[in-house]
């Protein structure tokens, strides 16, 4: 039997539509100042997007949009002002910056309660913790909130999570960790991800690499989150996951585009949202 598919876009557009409801009815609307450095081309249309979606809820947005050779002491200083301006509940830094700005440190600048991405270490810290106060990030929140669509009990279950990083891997397998599945975080160095995968119950694959995951590399029965955005062999928009062959296997899947995608966005909403909310207690 073919996999359910997992219909992100549907889901995430129900989602935008509570945000929407609540924020008309809402005095002063919650504000998201986005930092945009230099010109990279995929970063400029994902915060195209963003405020775009922001602005459809209600969001206000400002975008500080610099220049490639800004100094780091320059986007301090600006955080700095945002931290301190009252009007601004959220702070984006689009990542990633241009080669040779420390983005860690200058996460390390956002005040928490306005970091919006759950980037800043206080809230990765709350996230290990398992504390309910914690901003967590939004594409391994988005990934959650499809699982938990799902009605699956994933208790006990082998998860296995493609990638280490920052934004999405780590928090991931934390999150994944809090739900009680046992956990693998799989990066670039893994020996043997076949073999991995096969003993997965449940896989969030982000490694960007084209079909990298086949269909003889998904146990029957196994859940496939594609948080892949990769161009195929005919520069067709596609994930890390062999779609048509391993929703053959999988018993959910998520599509790309449509699947994983714009549940980022929805929750970068809703923790703007959430962060007004915290600043106006
Ligand atoms: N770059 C890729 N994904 C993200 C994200 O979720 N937030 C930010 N700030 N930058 C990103």
Redesign the pocket.
């Known amino acids: 039997m073919s996999a359910q598919i997992i219909n992100g876009k549907e889901i995430a557009a129900q989602i935008r539509e509570t945000l929407k409801e609540k924020i008309s009815l809402m005095e002063k609307k919650p504000k998201l100042a986005v930092i945009l450095v230099g010109n990279d081309g995929p ?1 400029e249309i ?1 915060v195209r997007n963003k405020q775009k979606a922001a602005a459809e809820v209600g969001i206000e947005t400002e975008l500080f949009h610099l220049e490639e050779g800004v100094k780091a002491s320059e986007i301090e200083q600006l955080i700095e002002n945002l931290n301190n301006d009252s009007d601004v509940n959220g702070i ?5 910056l241009p080669k040779g700005i420390d983005s860690a440190a200058l996460l390390e600048k956002v005040e928490p309660k306005k970091d919006v ?1 759950g ?1 800043h270490p206080y809230n990765i810290g709350l996230l290990q913790n398992g504390s309910d106060k914690a901003t967590i ?3 391994p929140k988005g990934v959650l909130r499809l699982i938990e669509t799902t009605g699956v009990d994933i208790k006990g279950l082998n998860a296995l999570v493609i990638g280490r990083s920052t ?2 891997g780590k928090p991931m397998g934390m999150l994944l960790l809090q739900k009680d599945c046992t956990v693998t975080i799989a990066h670039s160095h893994t020996k043997d991800l076949k073999t991995l995968c096969q003993n997965a119950d449940l896989i969030v694959s982000a490694t960007g690499v084209s079909k990298l995951i086949k269909a003889d590399w998904v146990k029957k029965g196994a859940m496939v989150f594609d948080v892949g955005i990769c161009r195929n062999e005919n520069g067709k928009l596609g994930g890390d996951v062999d779609f048509e062959a391993v929703k053959e296997v999988a018993s959910y899947i998520t599509p790309v585009p449509g699947g994983v995608g714009p549940m ?1 966005i929805a929750m ?1 909403l809703e923790n703007t949202l959430e962060a007004y909310l915290k600043q106006n207690a």
């Open positions: 970063s994902y984006l830094i689009q990542l990633p991405d980037f990030a939004a594409t934004i999405v980022t970068l």
